[in-house]
């Protein structure tokens, strides 16, 4: 969480931005432990030291800078030569740099939160701090560094440069660059107007849905956030859901281990293409289908608790598809249970002009109505 505009957003927007952000606080603090957060501290001061004693920043004006000239990989992340790299939007123009694409590692002011430093009272640039919270708690180097793909440059690109400087080794051995997130194919952003929270999101789906629909776009590319798309990714998540009714998984002895497994984890192993992913999950329910159709329940239990295991990484497919095919539904459950049996009663009588009406009235309240052998089953449209 962003905070570096907290009491400017507050005053801004009012207070419904910072009701919001202490909620989302107290929610993370409250999961950290489940999620295996580690505390992040920072030891910014030093890491500027650092730097300064090494050559690689200057104490110009009343800030410090970083020198870009002293680093000769700067721009290897983004693929940029250092004489490409000019003074632009991405880029402040300061009068006490060097060089424009030199960048601010200690700030001076007394303005909102500022702390003490061998440079006066100030606070650290955004760059260092994510290089001084990374490498504080996952030391000088670790294995994934992720973020969206405008931070690319020249946020990453600055966060290489200090780190590695001041370590004398390699920041981070892989970097995971997410694309852009559109609200119906347009750049998501409060000036337009089409800003969207996931609180707002969860409105109207649900939290499994809202992951499955950005599962079904690889992290790297674009993703159009829309109602179509939405409704999309919850019709998925009930085809998967529907082949694994009625089957009864009981434990672990009940998931094989097939072809699918292999075609998963290889697709996973593929810069995580989880939409490749979904595919075989999508193969193994239409297979599971089949099974169930010839009564070959044995093998159809075991495909199924093999999807279901496959899934789990994903945060997908690990309700009872019983409530989630009928979650969302306004009837409560005993007034469709007492439909069905009406239903039923008339269908035995031959009244099937009264069954097909309550069938009709069900269908307007959102849910559908399977028959099969073993009895009647309802679910949500």
């Not at 030093?46 to 920043?57: F, P, Y």
């Not at 490749?276 to 329910?285: G, R």
């Amino acid at each position: 969480m962003d905070n570096k505009n907290w009491y400017e957003k507050k005053y801004k927007y009012g207070e419904e931005i910072y009701r919001s952000n202490k909620i989302y606080a107290l929610n993370l603090v409250s999961n950290k432990t489940k999620l295996n957060i580690l505390d992040i501290g920072c030891g910014t001061g030093m890491n500027t030291s650092v730097l300064i004693e090494k050559g690689h920043a200057y104490y110009e004006g009343q800030d410090v800078y970083f020198a870009v000239d002293s680093y000769k990989e700067y721009g290897k992340l983004s693929n940029q030569r250092m004489e490409e790299i000019h003074s632009g939007s991405r880029i402040e123009i300061d009068k006490h740099k060097r060089n424009p694409a030199d960048f601010v590692l200690w700030k001076k002011s007394r303005e909102g939160l500022f702390w003490d430093s061998p440079w006066g009272e100030g606070r650290p640039g955004w760059h260092i701090e994510c290089s001084a919270m990374s490498m504080n708690s996952l030391g000088k180097n670790f294995d994934i560094h992720a973020g969206g793909i405008d931070l690319k440059f020249p946020h990453h690109e600055n966060e290489i440069a200090q780190s590695e400087t001041s370590s004398g080794t390699k920041f981070a051995n892989y970097w995971m660059h997410t694309g852009p997130l559109r609200i119906d194919q347009e750049k998501m952003s409060k000036s337009l107007g089409n800003f969207l929270t996931i609180r707002e999101a969860l409105k109207n789906f649900s939290s499994e849905v809202l992951r499955y629909f950005l599962l079904s776009s690889h992290y790297r590319s674009p993703i159009n956030f829309s109602v179509e798309g939405l409704n999309e990714a919850k019709s998925a998540l009930d085809r998967l859901y529907n082949s694994t009714l009625d089957l009864n998984i009981k434990s672990k002895k009940d998931i094989g281990s097939t072809e699918y497994t292999k075609n998963f984890k290889k697709a996973m192993d593929d810069d995580f293409n989880a939409p490749e992913a979904l595919a075989v999950l999508f193969d193994m329910a239409k297979n599971i289908n089949r099974l169930k159709k010839e009564r070959e329940f044995t093998k159809s239990v075991l495909l199924a608790g093999e999807l279901i295991s496959l899934a789990g990484p994903l945060g997908i497919i690990q309700q009872d598809p019983k409530i989630f095919l009928r979650e969302g539904v306004d009837l409560k459950e005993k007034e469709i249970e007492d439909q069905i049996k009406e239903r039923e009663e008339a269908r035995q009588k031959g009244d099937y002009s009264s069954a097909d009406m309550i069938r009709k009235n069900l269908l307007e309240e959102n849910i559908i109505l399977e028959d099969s052998k073993e009895g009647t089953f309802w679910r949500r449209r």
